[in-house]
């Protein structure tokens, strides 16, 4: 009986402790959850995953997981990159070099899907910022 007593008398504490735990959370979350941090916060992810400037309207090109996407989707802008081109996957760096000088290194390893041999191009965008191949001179 005595156990059982004690028992109780844990649960109590225990049950008044969650109590005062979530008054603290209630009382502390509004000051937590400032405008400003939360922005900051934001921002600073957003900095993270931003790949490079979109050329179409200067708004941050981010990581959209199966893609690169422009942030300014919500105001019409449908800019977007691939993460795999033509079966290869594209590497940031190069998908960064593209955004920043319409331009990617050498790439090998693109896929035809007619002939299914594989080549090698650089990806550029052309005036109306479409993604593009362009193929290097044979060397003669
Ligand atoms: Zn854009």
Redesign the pocket.
Same mark, same amino acid.
């Given at each position: 009986m005595k156990k059982i007593g004690e028992r109780k008398g844990n649960q109590e504490t225990f049950l008044k402790n969650i109590e005062k735990f979530i008054r603290h959370i209630l009382h502390e979350a509004p000051k937590q959850l400032e405008v400003d941090k939360v922005t900051q916060s934001i921002n600073s992810i957003k900095t993270s995953s931003q790949i490079g400037v979109?050329?179409? $309207? &200067? &708004?941050a090109?981010i990581d959209k997981g199966k893609f690169y996407g $422009?942030?300014?989707?919500t105001n019409g $802008?449908r800019?977007s990159l691939p993460k795999t081109y033509l079966s290869k996957a594209i590497s940031a760096s190069n998908i960064k070099k593209l955004l920043d000088t319409r331009k990617s290194n050498l790439i090998k390893g693109f896929k035809s899907q007619k002939k299914g041999t594989t080549f090698e191009a650089i990806l550029i965008l052309n005036a109306d910022n479409e993604l593009k191949m362009e193929f290097p001179r044979k060397k003669k």
């Open positions: 979109c050329p179409a $309207c &200067k &708004k090109v $422009c942030e300014g989707f $802008c800019f």
